[in-house]
Structures are given as structure tokens and as C-alpha cells.
């Protein structure tokens, strides 16, 4: 080749190089940042050709307006129902779609590109719409309309029987809508201009809990049942036993798993659903909301103890309770004092609770295997005297007494576990003790002073002076002045001065020894 032919062709591929870029950048063989969809290209009946993304955006906004407020028909044999997608949370992603309609015929080889161009201008190019939906809403509404032909599946539970043995209900496998098939089935309906019903197809729901799980747990008989009762005229307060004791009612523990009473029962206020009931706060008796969880917490405790499972955490109240042995309770305070305690079994835990006629009963089941007999010994290792708390009261004459709060005595308490298996010891175990304010006994010692009588000026004689006058005060018979002869005794006081009160952490439903309970 001649070096003028180098020369042309050398040219040429210089052209080529700069120049087909132009060529095809206006051409719209390459995006850019104000590029518009290519000509022929629509959604849903909507023309997007030569649109920029954000006009297109815009358009498809209004026809997602249409839409939302559209409904679907949908049909079961001889059964329709109406459905409004605006209610399931329909929406259609313009973002995506205008995405897509800008990527047609700019995507592969420059021959593929043009072949897709000329393709747009004959016939033109349906994009298919991106429909989205809240898949939550839209089971909740399709299972309001179509309620008649769904069947909730059943979960695999136990059965407690009258001899306290566990026998399993198996699962049911439930009917639902198909709802990937559904979603489908409405974007070809909304394709198809709204002019086609919507048929339903109906799956078999799995249950949560299946029989072969429940086997698993290896359930099978009572460990341990602890009863104590309550005042049912106490009618707030039995209230209150009544929603902690639901909590746990068929409760099931994972083997090795730690149970935080806190965390099961939840927070004891009015918006939890819980009244009004006497509680202790440093030894002094308060209404507050959730006076009688305490029961449930001690009951519980007990229940433990006799199933011979880990106590984790566990706090005496400060004062001893009318329903269980002294050192055998278990206060509560959410946030503040909780009782934990773990299964230290390989199977699962089950408890169920019955609260009725005055009584509230707790029992675990798991597997009997692990039952043993176990024995809970509690007793006073200390008494503690209560103080005399003389306090003053303006109301009541000077120096008379009365007695406004009878003291009680205060204790320190130890318990042990026994634990034996076919009579033979297997583990003996102290348990947290328990300490027990006393409290006080408060004497209210009058300050007020009496007034004294005046006795009205005789007439004077004139023989001598005057007998009695408007100071004058009568005589008593050791010839001294009676006015405020009342004795002024020593007031004792403790040794601050003001009297001790007993504290010790806040706790609910406690009660002094010999009375019957709040």
C-alpha cells in the first residue's frame, strides 16, 4: 500500500474515532443526564416517548391516582368480593418504570440497539408496570372479605389431663389465599384494563407449632403444683392476681432457658390493665396499681422450688405475707426487684395457672423423668424487738396517750431445699434468706392544753378588799395556784428524735404476722 493510501486511511479512523461518538450521542445511542425515552415506548397505555424521567414520573403519578382508587374483583366459585386497592397499600413505582423505559433500545451491541429502534417505531414497546403492595394489609383485607372459605390453622399443644398426665392435640394444617398467585393475578387485571374478574387459589397453611415439635419437647407429666390463697371480696386486688397469673398460663421454657418474672408479666400500671390494691412502700400500706402480683410471684417461687429447678433471683419482702411460710416469698417490683429462674432440664417446660374461687394454683409439667421429691424447710433465725415511736398530737389533752399503729415483731428468716430420689438424698440446698422489718409501735402523746374556767368578781364590801377579781384564780388545797398544775411528763423519743421507720425496697402486698391479708 502507497503512503498516500496510509495516509487516507489513517484519516478515516481519526474521523471514525471522533465523529461516530457525536453521531451516535445524538442519536440517543447513549444516555445523558436530560436524555428522553425513545419514541414508541408506553405503559399501561401511556405514551412515555420522549419524556424525560422526571415528566414521566409525574404522568404515571396521576395514573397511579386512577388505579388506587380502582377495584378488583375477586371471585371463588359462585363467591365475589370487592377489593379497593387503596386499602392494601397499592402503589406503582414510576421511579422503576421510567428506569426501565430509558434503558429500551440503549442496552447491548449497536446492531441490537438499531434493531430495537426500528422495532419501537412498527409496533412499539408495552413495558410491563411495577406494582407494589404491603403484603400485610393485603392478607388482613383478603382475610376479611373471604373469611367464609379460610380456615386458620391449628397449632400442636398439650392436653392436660384430670390425673395431671400430658397428652398432645396434633396441628391442623389451615386454607389460605394464595397471595404471591393473587399479586400476580391483579397486576394482569389492572394490565388488562380492569375489564376481567380476579379468581382466588387457595393453599394449604402450615401451622406455627407442628405435632412432630411438640413430640419433641418430651412433655409428658406434672413436676410440681403449688396452691395459695386469697380474699376474692378483695375484688381489685384478685383482679390483678387473676391478669399476672394469665401471663404464664401455658407458658412453654426452653430447656436452659433463664425466666425473668418481669419480662413475662410486664409492667404493673393502669394502662397494662391493672387496679388499684393495697402495696407495702417502707412499711406503710399504699394503693397502687398492681397490688396482688406478689401472689403470683410467690406462688410461682414455691412451684419452682418443688419442681427442683434454678433460682436465679429471688428478694424477701419487708414485711412477712399472711399466704405462704415465712422465708417462702418472692417479691416483685418491675423495673426494681425481679424473680428469675431457669430450666436446668434437656426438655421443654410447661406451666399452667388457675386462679378461682379464692385460689391460685400454678403447675409445671415436663418430662417426669426429671421429678423428684423435694422438701422446702423454712425458719426464724432472729427475732427483732419493734421500737416505741412517741409522737405528739395537738389534738388529744396534755399528757393523755394513744396508741395510733400496734407494733409487730421483725424477723430473719433461712429456708433449704431437700431434694431425694427414691428416698435417697440427692442434694440439700440453702436457700436466699429472708429479712423482715419489724414494725414500729407509734404512741400518739396529747399537747393540748386545757383551758381553765374564770370565776366572775363578787361585789366588794366595804368592810375589806375584794375576794375575787378578773386574774383571780382559785386556791387549790395546798394553798398554791392550780392554773396549768397539769404534769408535763417526759415525751421518750428514739434516737433521732423523730422515730425510726423501718425501710427496706419497695414491695407489694405485704402483711403483718397474725392479720389476713390485703
Known sequence: MS?????ILYGLIIAAVFILPLVLFGSGFFRSATERVLPGVEVLGVQLGGLTKAEGVTRLGEVEKTLRASRVVLRYQDRTWNLLLNEVGFNLNEEAVMDAALQAGRTGSLYKRWQERKQFQKTGLALSPVFEYDREKLSSQVGELADEIIVEPVDATFRVNSNDTVSIVPAKDGIGVDLDRLEKDINNFLGAGLKQEVNLT???????????????????GLLASYTTAFDPSKTSRSYNVSVAAQAFDELLIM????VSFNKVVGPRSTEAGYKNAPVIVN??????PGGGVCQVSTTLYNCILLANLDIIERSSHSLPVSYVPIGRDATVVYDAIDMKFRNNTDSYLYIKSYVSGGLLTIKIYGNTKFKRDVTVNSWIIREIEPQVIYETDASLPKGEEVVKQEGSKGFIAAAERVVRLKGVVEK???????????????????TAVQSVPQIAPSTPSPSGPPKG?????????????NRNSTANPAIPTSATGRGITAGGPASADTVTPGTTGI
Open 283 to 288: 412499711n406503710e400500706f399504699v394503693d397502687g
Open 202 to 220: 387457595l393453599i394449604p397453611v402450615a401451622p406455627s407449632r407442628s405435632t412432630d415439635f411438640v413430640e419433641s419437647m418430651k412433655v409428658d
Open 469 to 481: 377579781g378578773q386574774d383571780a384564780v382559785p386556791i387549790n388545797n395546798n394553798g398554791g395556784s
Open 255 to 258: 430447656p436452659g432457658h433463664e
Open 428 to 446: 440439700r440446698e440453702r436457700l436466699p434468706s429472708s429479712d423482715y422489718n419489724p414494725v414500729n409501735k407509734i404512741i400518739a402523746v396529747g
Open 3 to 7: 503512503a498516500k493510501s496510509d495516509r
